[in-house]
Nanobody
Framework: QVQLVESGGGLVQPGKSLRLSCAAS????????MGWYRQAPGKQRELVAG???????NYADSVKGRFTISRDIAKNTVYLQMNSLKPEDTALYYC?????????WGQGTQVTVSS
């Protein structure tokens, strides 16, 4: 059973940074793609950033230039570096992995951007 465990969320002031981590229970090369989604209250879950096995990356327009997705293969971990945070980035952030015909989700980590 694949497990994804997120960490690194919290309360931060606008303009500051946070780094989220997603630790997988198996090698991240076993997944076709991994990524970060977020869901704000009353809104649909949306893709924030994704990375494929080959290292290709994509980002939501709203975070381009501010967020960076990366991975540490030895640690089976994917990261989301979030800089210049804005109040509209406030949401529950989920790690996602796609393998075969299955989607896997972490439990989520809350990010709140507020002064």
């Amino acid at each position: 059973q694949v497990q994804l465990v997120e960490s690194g969320g919290g309360l931060v002031q606008p303009g500051k940074s946070l780094r989220l981590s997603c630790a997988a229970s198996e090698t991240i090369f076993s997944f076709f793609a991994m990524g970060w989604y977020r869901q704000a209250p009353g809104k649909q879950r949306e893709l924030v950033a994704g990375i494929t096995t080959g290292g290709g990356r994509n980002y939501a327009d709203s975070v381009k230039g501010r967020f960076t997705i990366s991975r540490d293969i030895a640690k089976n971990t994917v990261y989301l570096q979030m800089n210049s945070l804005k109040p509209e980035d406030t949401a529950l952030y989920y790690c996602h992995a796609f393998k075969g015909d299955n989607d896997y989700w972490g439990q989520g980590t809350q990010v709140t951007v507020s002064s």
